[in-house]
């Protein structure tokens, strides 16, 4: 065996390894305990998908015509770990990869701001922290002078986008939202109009990192798609807070949506 077949062997087993630790960081994380981070969970999946589609391909990682691509993953691996590409960012450019160099069929969608029924109360996404603090006669919580803005694109509308994608032949990522821009401000206002109460809105400091602007550009989906959002922003909140109004006072005050009691009786 050459030098280079036996490093891609080694690295082959290293992939391994970490998709094993990065399941296990699942379960560790079910018992409370907290000893794998994260990034072995999004590694585990990314060696799972590396194994699976080249054990499809059925080249098999040990062709010397694999090296190249065996490097670009260690590399974007490498950055990941680093921290210098964003994980999204680092999917894409896996997928991409595959799709160029094997021809596997492959589409890519940017999902931006979705809501609809169904929602988790405590998700730390603005629309229901904002619905929840209604329903609780909580004040409404506004981190900065409210000023960023958001698009929110229904769910019906999000899953007909991809439906699209799916059937086409686009390949390049593939931005699915809402361009419909609302101030945080004016959208806590939206909100105390919509559930009837009376909540005070409060602000409090806007934590590092947030962005100011949060709306995607559908230019490309309306071309090649033939598709833009249908629903209007009161349509959609008006449906999601029927369904956010019949949980239960134990579910409105949950802190914790993932339940796994089931699994250890």
């Not at 609780?136 to 981190?143: P, S």
Request: hydrophobic content about 40%.
């Amino acid at each position: 065996m050459s030098m280079s077949n036996f490093l891609i062997l080694i690295f082959y087993y290293f992939v391994i390894l970490i998709s094993v630790l990065g399941y296990g960081s699942f379960f560790l994380k079910v018992f409370e305990k907290k000893l794998v981070s994260n990034n072995f969970g999004y590694v585990g999946l990314f060696g799972i998908y590396v194994i699976l589609v080249y054990s499809y391909l059925s080249n098999f990682i040990l062709a010397h015509s694999q090296f190249h691509n065996i490097l670009i993953l260690i590399i974007g691996t490498i950055l990941f770990f680093l921290k210098i590409i964003k994980l999204a960012r680092f999917q894409e450019a896996m997928t991409m990869a595959y799709h160029t160099f094997h021809g596997l069929e492959t589409r890519i969608v940017r999902i931006f701001n979705t809501y609809g029924p169904r929602m988790r109360l405590n998700d730390g996404r603005v629309l229901p922290a904002f619905i929840g603090q209604a329903l609780r006669g909580e004040d409404i919580t506004i981190f900065g002078d409210g000023s960023q803005t958001r698009s929110f694109c229904f769910m019906d509308d999000l899953i007909e986008g991809i439906y699209r994608l799916l059937l086409s032949d686009y390949s390049l990522p593939m931005n699915i939202g809402n361009p419909d821009e609302i101030s945080i401000k004016d959208f806590a206002e939206e909100i105390i109009k919509l559930t009837g109460t009376n909540q005070k809105v409060v602000f409090k400091d806007l934590p590092e990192g947030d962005p100011e602007k949060r709306r995607p550009d559908i230019s490309k989906a309306k071309e090649v798609l033939g598709w833009e959002p249908k629903v209007q922003r009161s349509e959609g909140l008006k449906i999601t807070y029927d369904y956010f109004k019949q949980l239960s006072e134990e579910e409105l005050r949950k802190n914790e949506h993932k339940n796994f009691d089931a699994y250890f009786r």
